[in-house]
C-alpha cells in the first residue's frame, strides 16, 4: 500500500507519473530500450531533453533570453557555482539570511569574495522573513541572494526587494513549479529537483543569457556556465533519467491545469492544514501570518515527548516522514505539488484525534 509522505525531499511524485515511467520502464517508445539505457547523444534522447526544456519554458513561461541548463551536483552545488561565475565583476554580493540553506549559500559565497548579510531572521529561529532597507542594499553587488522558501523553517518570500537593476538570485529548490513566478525580475533560479520536480540527480538552473560568460579563471570546467550554456547542456552526460521524469511530471503539471491550478491547490492544502493548527489547542505552527510557506509546514506540540509519539503514530497510520528538521524538532508537513488534497485531508484528521486522545 502506498503511503503518504510528508518527507522534505526527496519526496513524493505523482501517482500517475511512477505508473507512466513504470509502462515504459523497459520500452521507451519504439526505441527498444529503456530511457535509462539511451546514449545521451542518440536522437530517441535528444528530443527529449528538447521537449522537456520546451515543456519547462511553456509552464514558467520562461522568457528567451534565458537558458535553461540540467545539471548535477544538487542546490549545494550551486552556492559554489552562482559565485564563481556572477560574482567577477565587482567581486561582492548581497545576502538574506532566512534559515540553514541561505546560510551555507552566504558562507560558500564567501569564500570567493566579499558578501554582505542585508538582513537575517535569526533572533527568532528564522521564523519570519526579515524586511529588506533597500538602501542597504549595494548597488554594486554582482547579485542579491535569496532563499525563495525555507524547506526547514517553512517560510517564504512573497514580494522582492527593488535592487536597483542589481541581479536577484534564487533558490527555488522547495517551491518551484508550486505556483506561477515571473521569471523576468530573476537574473538566476536555481532548485534541486527532488522536491517538486523529479528524482534527486537533477538540478535545474534558469539563468539570464547576460550573466553567462563572467566566470572566474579559477571555475572548474564542469562548474562554468558558459560550458553547459554552449553545450546544451551537453558537455557531459545529463542525468538522463530524471531529466525524463522531470517531462512527466511537467506532463502532469500541464494537465492538472498549469501553475495556477497548482497554485490554488496548494492554497487550498496549505490553508486547510493551517487552519486545523491554528484551531488547535495542543498543536502550534512555528510560523504565522504572511510568511507561512505553502509547502512546507512545521509544527509543534510544546513536548518533545508528545512530538516523538504523535510522529510514531502517524507513521502507523500511513503518514510519514513527519518529524521535523534536526535543527528544528517538532514536526514538519511537507505538501508539495505531489501531494494529494487527501493525503493533508487524512493529517489534519490524524491531528484531531490525536488532539483528543492526549488533552
Ligand atoms: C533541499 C534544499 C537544498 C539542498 O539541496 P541538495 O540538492 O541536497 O543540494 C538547498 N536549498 C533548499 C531551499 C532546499 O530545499
Redesign the pocket.
Known amino acids: 500500500m502506498r503511503v503518504y509522505n510528508f518527507s522534505?525531499?526527496p519526496a513524493m511524485l505523482p501517482e500517475e507519473v511512477l505508473k507512466r515511467a513504470a509502462d515504459e520502464m523497459l520500452e521507451y517508445g519504439e526505441s527498444g530500450q529503456s530511457v535509462m539505457e539511451m546514449s545521451h547523444r542518440s536522437k530517441e534522447y535528444g528530443e527529449i531533453i528538447a521537449s522537456v526544456e520546451a515543456k519547462l519554458r511553456e509552464l514558467m513561461a520562461i522568457p528567451d533570453n534565458y537558458k535553461v541548463l540540467f545539471l548535477q551536483g544538487?542546490?549545494?552545488?550551486q552556492f559554489a557555482m552562482v559565485p564563481m561565475n556572477l560574482m567577477n565583476k565587482n567581486n561582492k554580493a548581497d545576502f538574506v539570511l532566512s534559515g540553514q540553506?541561505s546560510n551555507k549559500a552566504y558562507q560558500e559565497a564567501s569564500r570567493y569574495g566579499k558578501c554582505t548579510v542585508v538582513a537575517s531572521s535569526k533572533d527568532k529561529v528564522y521564523s519570519y522573513i526579515p524586511e529588506i532597507d533597500e538602501s542597504k542594499l549595494d548597488p554594486e553587488a554582482d547579485y542579491f541572494h535569496i532563499?525563495y522558501?525555507?524547506?526547514i523553517y517553512g517560510t517564504r518570500f512573497t514580494s522582492l526587494p527593488d535592487t536597483k537593476g542589481v541581479p536577484i538570485v534564487a533558490?527555488m529548490?522547495?517551491c518551484i513549479l508550486s505556483e506561477p513566478v515571473d521569471v523576468s525580475q530573476f537574473g538566476l533560479i536555481y532548485a534541486?529537483a527532488?522536491?517538486n520536480m523529479g528524482p534527486?540527480g537533477l538540478?535545474v538552473v534558469i539563468i539570464r543569457e547576460d550573466l553567462i560568460g563572467n566566470a572566474m579563471d579559477i571555475t572548474p570546467t564542469m562548474f562554468n556556465y558558459q560550458i553547459h550554456a554552449d553545450n546544451g547542456s551537453m558537455y557531459n552526460t545529463p542525468p538522463t533519467y530524471g531529466i525524463y521524469i522531470l517531462g512527466l511530471v511537467l506532463d502532469w503539471v500541464k494537465e492538472k491545469g498549469g501553475l495556477e491550478a497548482m497554485k490554488e491547490i496548494n492554497e487550498k492544502k496549505a490553508k486547510l492544514l493551517y487552519d486545523c493548527l491554528d484551531e488547535s489547542k495542543l498543536f502550534k505552527a512555528t510560523v504565522s501570518g504572511k510568511d507561512r510557506s505553502i509547502m512546507n509546514v512545521p509544527f509543534v506540540t510544546g513536548s518533545d515527548e508528545l512530538d516523538a509519539k504523535f510522529v510514531k503514530e502517524a507513521k502507523a497510520a500511513g503518514l510519514i516522514n513527519i518529524k521535523g528538521h534536526r535543527s528544528v524538532g517538532g514536526m514538519r508537513a511537507s505538501i508539495y505539488n505531489a501531494m494529494p488534497y487527501e493525503g493533508v485531508e487524512k493529517l489534519v484528521e490524524f491531528i484531531r484525534k490525536f488532539e483528543a486522545e492526549n488533552v
Open positions: 522534505a525531499g544538487g542546490a549545494s552545488s540553506w532563499c522558501n525555507n524547506t533558490d529548490s522547495s534541486g527532488q522536491k534527486a538540478t
